[in-house]
């Protein structure tokens, strides 16, 4: 194993980190606005991507301008979803009922998937597909980097969304302490509808972003979201700074281990992260505290 071999493999970490911050803080948000465990977000992402790659094939667009489509299609669909099912769950058991819901929707999405476009592996072909660039020595390939670069643009979108805006603000008062909230004037449901809408939002960017790198299937959602719950177990539920820096971390540790190990196991440290977190924190480590400031 060569430095130079170790240094492609951090790399690649840091940007595939990049990707799943932006999914998991999408996760985390649902469960800290209304504690709901969205089993379905990973659905979603596989249902952008997609749509990303239905338009490049009819149309041939590129799948980054199908954003301008999904973002706000699935950030509706957030809305409602919220509305119309989330919001009928009992309060005192909406985080153990909107496990089965979702798990449910999960299904239909990846049935209805199967249904359209079949069971057959789907990738998008572009012209720059295959192009790398060389960064310190390692070979990176651009769509990565394209990857990577909207997940982060949308975390510091989301991030100046929730700090300097009136609505970053009550939707943070609504996920500190909703009571209160509500006491100061702060429409909490309909905050909570935006919030899931947002939560949303992000699996469109990210849909978009992964249909760029990877070839998707109906099933590919298992593959996400078992890493992406550890992620936000990890940060601490409810914490968008903890989980993005969790998927970092996870991100390029996973990328080390690819070396050694291959990917089959390398994703394990997912696994071993979060019976460790839950044995020794289990609020998270950038849970309580950290989530509260934010």
Known sequence: MTGSLLFQSLVLGILLGGLYALLAAGLTLYFGVMRVVMIAHAAFLVLAAY????????????PLLSLVVTVPLFFLAGVGFQRLLIARLRPATVTMMSVLLTFAVALTIEGMLGFVYSGTQRRVQLSYS???????????????LIAFGL????????????????????????????????????????????????????????????????????????????????????????SIPGA?????????????????????WAQTVFYLALFATLLVRPQGFFGGRLAQRF
């Open 244 to 264: 993005a820096i969790a998927a970092m971390v996870l991100g390029i540790v996973q990328s080390l281990l690819q070396l050694p190990l291959g990917t089959t």
């Open 51 to 62: 749509l990303a790659w239905d338009v490049h094939q009819r149309f041939g667009i590129d």
């Open 151 to 238: 997940a982060a643009l949308s975390l510091l979108a989301l991030y100046l969304l929730l700090t300097r805006s009136r609505f970053g603000q009550a939707l943070r008062a609504t996920i500190q302490h909703p009571q209160a909230a509500r006491l100061i004037g702060i429409d909490t449901d309909r905050v909570a509808g935006y919030g899931f809408g947002l939560g949303l939002a992000t699996a469109a960017v990210g849909g978009a972003a992964l249909s760029l790198d990877s070839t998707i299937y109906p099933s590919l959602h298992w593959h996400w979201i078992g890493p992406l719950m550890a992620i936000i177990v990890v940060g601490g539920l409810g």
């Open 130 to 144: 295959a192009a790398s660039i060389e960064v310190f020595g390692a070979q990176v390939a651009v769509v990565k």
